[in-house]
């Protein structure tokens, strides 16, 4: 997928749509204010589809950071990453407490 794996792709097909560009136009290095033109209403409605397309929220402090949409990507990314290790943590906790509560702990 020329080197893009497939959250950076629908992260690119995300602005791409959202901002009016070809998809192929758009690169790690694009920057959203200077290349793709985003003005404020432009970046609120990309993170909200963001938010949306990867049931994450973005805090609107660290969104003022992005700068770039490798920016962007990797913060979607860590977001994702974050929120998985959450689920799985919960899972284990959980799967612990079973484990307690019937009595099959580890000895």
């Known amino acids: 997928m020329n080197g893009f794996d497939s959250l950076e792709a629908r992260i690119r097909k995300i602005i791409a749509s ?3 560009f070809d998809e192929q136009a758009i690169t790690r290095e694009s920057r959203l204010a ?3 033109r985003a003005d ?5 409605e990309l993170l909200q589809e963001l938010e949306e397309a990867t ?4 805090d609107e402090r ?3 950071g992005l700068r770039t949409v490798g920016d962007v990507v990797a913060y979607v990314r860590a977001l994702t990453v974050d929120l998985r290790d959450s689920v799985l943590h919960r899972k284990a906790e959980r799967s612990s407490d079973w484990l307690v509560a019937s009595g099959e702990q580890e000895r």
């Open 55 to 58: 049931d994450t929220t973005i």
């Open 62 to 64: 660290d969104a003022m």
């Open 18 to 20: 959202t901002l009016g």
């Open 40 to 44: 404020s209403l432009d970046i609120v």
């Open 34 to 36: 200077e290349d793709l």
